[in-house]
């Protein structure tokens, strides 16, 4: 039974539309192999051919459950088509069409619908071609098979008089090979020094030599020495580009596609733009990405390929297509898949065959429609949300309270607008919105607020209108950490006189601020003396917080008795201070007085 695509699938990280092909394949993050469009020779590999009309799968159908890691969409004008993938333990595999050993089944079977397996390991990039297919190892170097009737395998043979398949994998190039791409009847690559080779049909200058050839270059030539990050392969124009961000083409450009107006080009010519971060070419149509997620196109769109409404259908400088958000970029013959930043797929363009997975097999005709989305994230997943400080969040209380900021970062990936509501205690405090960006939301939130002296629950949530909000909380804690100033002690009296052994009322009063606590609490914790105790009986008895009775006796000598009393005084969070205060019973009354 054949799966399709449905709501619980995982996102899409990868896609693939061959410059002159009808099919399409993506995966998603398990690893998962799905296709879709033209499957007349198998090349969709779910087990079976569609060789009467329509020919194709109108609904994206999965061929492989897992351990998928890359693709390529290879096929002709005549409509053959053929694909390739790379397991995780590195072999490589194909299905579809193999009438020219594109698939190096050595059968020549032309109707592949079963993955067959072509390398065991050490496979880690692939490119498709139009009847001819390229891989490259761990070590870097690079193969092909297939067709070579213009040179496209680089193996210093081409035309129809010399053998001009190749029925095995080759060696092409033995090492510093990073990137690959085919297109119809012509290959490229990059070495680890930033330089672009290329090899196969140059009837349109696509090689970029500064002249046309035909039937083509059969070995690897240089075409440029440095700086090249990215390549890619139409139907008879080349993409390339640098590391500065800059856009490359040469070749064919009847519809505009190289994005200079419409002369062709023999030589690399420089497109007007900047920040371009991937690029992709199709029959007669070329897109880039910008650094901003933006998504351009230029060439044809007589079949809506490029996604706008008029009907105008070539364009020869780039224009916008979508604002934002865009990740992933494949060209087909004459039509265009896309990621966005959630993973969700989309398409654009020819539809004869079902290769925009629409369920249809109506041609997307430019006027009509523009972007589809076929394939997103179900059901819509809510934002993420954490507080940046650990809980609970301790702040200083001043006067009773105290001004604090609580600090939470939230991530969403619905591209929506997000409403963030703030509480404490349950009671609604700040209500804000977080506007679109056309991407993946990734910001901080705050919230400044006065809290009262004691313990509080912050929560925060956030709803991007189509899943359920997401919500968190943290503790918020005010305390006082800081003991009460003592400002001033007092003892009443402070002297006793006369010194006739009676015991005395005492008054302590202490004069204390704290940052929180408007009255802290004041007491003595105890009494000592310069002269030593009496026998017999108690020179001294705390009464109360702040009350003594004190003995008025001395032995009569030096300066007379000294009582100090020591005080503590703690706030309502337990913070604790301490003073002293002196009473004397004097030797001589005058001279005790001009001291105290």
Request: with cysteine.
């Amino acid at each position: 039974m054949l799966q399709t695509a449905n709501s619980e699938a995982q996102p899409v990280t990868q896609i693939s539309a061959g410059s002159s092909a009808y099919h399409g394949l993506f995966l998603k993050s398990d690893g998962s192999l799905w296709g879709m469009g033209y499957n007349q020779w198998g090349q969709l590999g779910i087990g079976k051919y569609n060789f009467s009309a329509p020919y194709g799968v109108n609904l994206p159908t999965q061929a492989l459950a897992s351990n998928v890691t890359a693709i390529a969409v290879g096929g002709g004008v005549q409509g053959h088509g053929h694909s390739l993938f790379i397991k995780s333990d590195g072999s490589l595999w194909g299905m579809g069409n193999n009438s020219d050993s594109q698939l190096s089944v050595l059968t020549l079977s032309s109707v592949t619908p079963n993955p067959v397996m072509i390398v065991a390991s050490n496979v880690t990039a692939v490119a498709a071609g139009e009847f001819h297919s390229l891989f490259l190892k761990s070590n870097g170097s690079l193969w092909g098979m297939g067709l070579s009737t213009d040179g496209q395998l680089g193996l210093g043979t081409n035309g129809p008089f010399v053998p001009y398949f190749v029925r095995v994998p080759t060696q092409i190039v033995v090492s510093n090979v990073v990137a690959i791409a085919a297109g119809l009847r012509v290959s490229f690559f990059i070495k680890s020094d930033g330089s672009l080779w290329g090899m196969g049909n140059n009837s349109y200058g696509q090689l970029g030599l500064g002249y046309n050839s035909y039937p083509g270059v059969n070995i690897p030539t240089l075409i440029v020495a440095s700086n090249v990050t990215a390549v890619a392969a139409g139907g008879g124009h080349t993409l390339f580009m640098k590391n500065d961000g800059s856009l490359w083409a040469m070749g064919y450009n009847e519809n505009g596609q190289l994005g200079t107006g419409f002369a062709w080009s023999k030589v690399p010519v420089q497109v007007g733009v900047s920040n371009v971060t991937a690029i992709a070419a199709g029959g007669d149509h070329s897109l880039f990405i910008q650094s901003d997620g933006s998504l351009w196109g230029m060439g044809e769109n007589s079949h809506g390929q490029l996604g706008f409404r008029t009907n105008q259908h070539d364009n020869g400088r780039p224009f916008q297509i979508i604002e934002c958000g865009v990740t992933t970029i494949a060209a087909g013959a004459d039509y265009t898949l896309f990621l966005r930043f959630d993973g969700s797929l989309w398409s654009m363009g020819n539809n004869i065959y079902g290769q925009l997975g629409n369920g249809t097999f109506s041609s997307n005709v430019a006027g009509t429609n523009g972007p589809e989305q076929i394939f997103k994230l179900e059901p819509t997943p809510s934002p993420m949300l954490q507080f940046q400080d650990s809980s609970p969040i301790i702040l200083e209380c001043t006067n009773g309270s105290a001004i604090g900021t609580v600090d939470a970062q939230v991530e969403d990936s619905t591209g929506n607008s997000l409403e963030i509501v703030w509480t404490v205690d349950g009671v609604p405090l700040q209500t804000n919105d977080v506007p679109s960006e056309c991407g993946i939301i990734s910001t901080n939130l705050s919230l400044v607020g006065t809290f009262e002296s004691g313990e509080h629950v912050v929560a925060v949530s956030a709803s991007n209108g189509q899943a359920s909000p997401a919500t968190a909380s943290t503790a918020v804690s005010v305390r006082d950490t800081t003991p009460p100033q003592i400002e001033n002690v007092e003892a009443c009296p402070n002297i006793l006189w006369p010194p006739d052994k009676r015991m005395i009322p005492v008054q302590i009063k202490v004069d204390a601020i704290d940052n929180c606590d408007a009255m802290p609490e004041g007491k003595i914790i105890n009494v000592s003396s310069n002269e030593r105790e009496n026998q017999f009986q108690q020179d001294w008895e705390i009464t109360g917080p702040l009350s003594l009775n004190l003995r008025a006796d001395r032995l009569g000598t030096q300066r007379g008795r000294i009582y100090t009393i020591e005080v503590q005084c703690a706030d309502s969070s337990g913070n604790v201070s301490y003073a002293t205060v002196e009473v004397a019973v004097p030797h001589d009354l005058k001279r005790s007085l001009n001291r105290f």
